[in-house]
């Protein structure tokens, strides 16, 4: 069955960069909108950035944008999230997450998307 398995999660200072990846397996990787969602302890779950199938278009939560970067590599079925500047407030567990399609309104909710992993906790110590 399809897997997506997150990576790259720690305990990071505030200002510090974390870069998460998220491997797919047994997906046609690059036909899927990507996706990175985080849920802090006792909170939902949020959007925090997409990217389409080409990698032509992303869109990104207003509390991560010009910090975060989503990026993919179709040829390495990963998708990337390079986090900087990073705040206590973004200590979350992050996950990535697969759509079968692309609208700019669609890929901020959940329900957009088919297929999850697991998670990697984002830890930021003020």
């Known amino acids: 069955q399809v897997q997506l398995v997150e990576s790259g999660g720690g305990l990071v200072q505030a200002g510090g960069s974390l870069r998460l990846s998220c491997a797919a397996s047994?997906?046609?990787?690059?036909?899927?909108?990507m996706g990175w969602f985080r849920q802090a302890p006792g909170k939902e779950r949020d959007f925090v950035a997409a990217?389409?199938?080409?990698?032509?278009?992303?869109y990104y939560a207003d509390s991560v944008k010009g910090r975060f970067t989503i990026s993919r590599d179709n040829a390495k079925n990963t998708v990337y999230l390079h986090m900087k500047s990073l705040k206590p407030e973004d200590t979350a567990v992050y996950s990535c997450?697969?759509?079968?399609?692309?609208?700019?309104?669609?890929?901020?909710?959940?329900?957009?998307?088919?297929?999850w992993g697991q998670g990697t906790q984002v830890t930021v110590s003020s």
């Open positions: 997450a697969a759509a079968p399609s692309w609208k700019q309104a669609a890929v901020l909710q959940y329900s957009a998307y088919d297929y």
């Open positions: 047994k997906l046609t990787f690059s036909i899927y909108t």
């Open positions: 990217i389409a199938w080409s990698g032509g278009s992303t």
